[in-house]
C-alpha cells in the first residue's frame, strides 16, 4: 500500500465552480500536510501547509486534515481557467522532517 | 530575485555515458533535494543534504550520485548504473526541518 494515495483525475470543471482535490494516507505519525500546484513543465509551487488537524484558509484555496480519517483536502473557490494544472499533495512526520512522502497528483482542467 | 535554478532543462545521454544535472539556490536554505518524477507516480526522493558536506540516500538512489561542497550547489550525476534514467529531475530546497517551500523548473532526462 503506497504511504499516499491521490486519484489522478483528470478532473473537469466548468469556470467558477468549487473544487475539491483529495488525498489519504496511511501513516498515523503524519503531522505536516503541503499542496503543491505544477503547471505542466515547471516545478511545483508550495500552495499551502497546515500542521495537524483543522482548516487553513488563504483567498480562494482552503485547505482542511482530518487526521481521524487520514484524509486532506483542498478547495479552490470560483475556479480560473489559470487553475488548470496538476495538484499534488505532500506530508511529514515531525521525527523526520526531511523525508516528504507526495501523492502522484491530480490533473485539474477548469474550463472557461 | 531568489529561486533554485536547474540546468539544462533538456538533458539527452548517451549508453554509458554519465552525465551531470546542475542545481543552485540562492535563498540561503540548509536542505537541499534531488526528486525524480515520473508519470503517474509521485514525486520519489534519490539524495538529500541538510549541511554541507553531508547528503543522505533517499528511496531511489541506486544509479545515482550527488555532492554538497557549497550551500548554494547540489549536482546530481546520473551514472551509466542507472538503467532507467528518462524522468523528469527536480530539485528543492527548504530550511531545514521545515516544508519544501522551493522547486527549480526541473530537467528533462532522455536516452538518445
Known amino acids: 500500500q503506497k504511504e499516499v494515495e491521490q486519484d489522478p483525475g483528470p478532473l473537469s470543471v466548468p469556470e467558477g465552480a468549487i473544487v475539491s482535490l483529495n488525498c489519504t494516507y496511511s501513516?498515523?505519525?503524519?503531522?505536516?500536510f503541503m499542496w503543491y500546484r505544477q503547471y505542466s513543465r515547471k516545478g511545483p509551487e508550495l500552495l499551502m501547509y497546515?500542521?495537524?488537524?483543522g482548516n487553513k484558509e488563504d483567498g480562494r484555496f482552503t485547505a482542511q486534515v482530518d487526521k481521524s480519517s487520514k484524509y486532506i483536502s483542498l478547495f479552490i473557490r470560483d475556479s480560473q481557467p489559470s487553475d488548470s494544472a496538476t495538484y499534488l499533495c505532500?506530508?511529514?512526520?515531525?521525527?523526520?522532517?526531511?523525508?516528504?512522502?507526495f501523492g502522484s497528483g491530480t490533473k485539474l482542467n477548469v474550463k472557461p | 530575485d531568489g529561486g533554485i535554478t536547474q540546468s539544462p532543462k533538456y538533458l539527452f545521454r548517451k549508453e554509458g555515458q554519465n552525465v551531470t544535472l546542475s542545481c543552485e539556490q540562492n535563498l540561503n536554505h540548509d536542505a537541499m533535494y534531488w526528486y525524480r518524477q515520473d508519470p503517474g507516480q509521485g514525486l520519489r526522493l534519490i539524495y538529500y543534504s541538510q549541511i554541507v558536506n553531508d547528503f543522505q540516500k533517499g528511496d531511489i538512489a541506486e544509479g545515482y550520485s550527488v555532492s554538497r561542497e557549497k550551500k548554494e550547489s547540489f549536482p546530481l550525476t546520473v551514472t551509466s548504473a542507472q538503467k532507467n534514467p528518462t524522468a523528469f529531475y527536480l530539485c528543492?530546497?527548504?530550511?531545514?526541518?521545515?516544508?519544501?517551500?522551493?522547486f527549480g523548473d526541473g530537467t528533462r532526462l532522455s536516452i538518445l
Open positions: 501513516n498515523s505519525a503524519f503531522q505536516y
Open positions: 505532500a506530508m511529514s512526520a515531525l521525527r523526520n522532517f526531511n523525508k516528504f512522502y
Open positions: 497546515t500542521y495537524s488537524s
Open positions: 528543492a530546497s527548504s530550511i531545514e526541518r521545515r516544508e519544501i517551500q522551493h
